[in-house]
T-cell receptor, first 115, second 115 residues
Framework: AQSVAQPEDQVNVAEGNPLTVKCTYS??????LFWYVQYPNRGLQFLLK??????LVKGSYGFEAEFNKSQTSFHLKKPSALVSDSALYFC?????????????FGGGTRLMVKP | DTEVTQTPKHLVMGMTNKKSLKCEQH?????MYWYKQKAKKPPELMFV???????INESVPSRFSPECPNSSLLNLHLHALQPEDSALYLC??????????????FGPGTRLTVL
């Protein structure tokens, strides 16, 4: 069975500093990995995904993620954080064992960017 | 355009009421999903529709009744809910359920409060 872990409930970073939100996964077979962001009282917004190819994936709003197969990680990064990046971030892996396009989500990481 | 719309934004209902949530997408997607999300938790899958047919029901109580009238619309009919059903209900869509790389796009959600 697939699983996703986001080891940090909250990440604090100062505006202008680089940020990293961590995600590790466990899958059988090839991983299909996604990052979503959720602002308060809103739905999830798709940021980026890894399917195959380059290990560095670029996404929306200046975010990128680095896929590391040996460490089974897919960490979300941004070179310079903005206060407006403060939100809840979810990592997810596609469930490959059924045809429902089901996603297994991590528990979420709250990112707080302080001015 | 990757927009999924949901109405209403907020809904307050009593335990004896009948209400419906509505979701719409015009991206030509043939898979649609209902999720339930409690505060600060990841979304939990409830139902999956594929080509307007229910393909997955994650053991959801019968007081929740989904309906897919056409490929663009998804409804969730609510009846005799319990206070613990209060949550953010999210709709999502994707091209299909069978392609591993398909991205799910989420709507803004309906905040449901059951009194």
């Amino acid at each position: 069975a697939q699983s996703v872990a986001q080891p940090e409930d909250q990440v604090n970073v100062a505006e202008g500093n680089p940020l990293t939100v961590k995600c590790t996964y466990s899958v059988s077979g090839n991983p299909y990995l996604f990052w979503y962001v959720q602002y308060p009282n809103r739905g999830l917004q798709f940021l980026l995904k890894y399917i195959t190819g380059d290990n560095l994936v670029k996404g929306s709003y200046g975010f990128e993620a680095e896929f590391n197969k040996s460490q089974t990680s897919f960490h979300l990064k941004k070179p310079s954080a903005l206060v407006s990046d403060s939100a809840l971030y979810f990592c997810a892996v596609r469930d490959t064992n059924n045809a429902g396009n089901m996603l297994t989500f991590g528990g979420g990481t709250r990112l707080m960017v302080k001015p | 355009d990757t927009e999924v719309t949901q109405t209403p934004k907020h809904l307050v209902m009593g335990m004896t009421n009948k209400k419906s949530l509505k979701c719409e997408q015009h991206m030509g997607h043939r898979a649609m999903y209902w999720y339930k999300q409690k505060a600060k938790k990841p979304p939990e899958l409830m139902f999956v529709y594929s080509y307007e047919k229910l393909s997955i029901n994650e053991s959801v109580p019968s007081r929740f009744s989904p309906e897919c009238p056409n490929s663009s619309l998804l409804n969730l009919h609510l009846h005799a809910l319990q206070p613990e059903d209060s949550a953010l209900y999210l709709c999502a869509s994707s091209q299909t359920t069978g392609t591993l790389a398909d991205t799910q796009y989420f709507g803004p959600g309906t905040r449901l409060t059951v009194l």
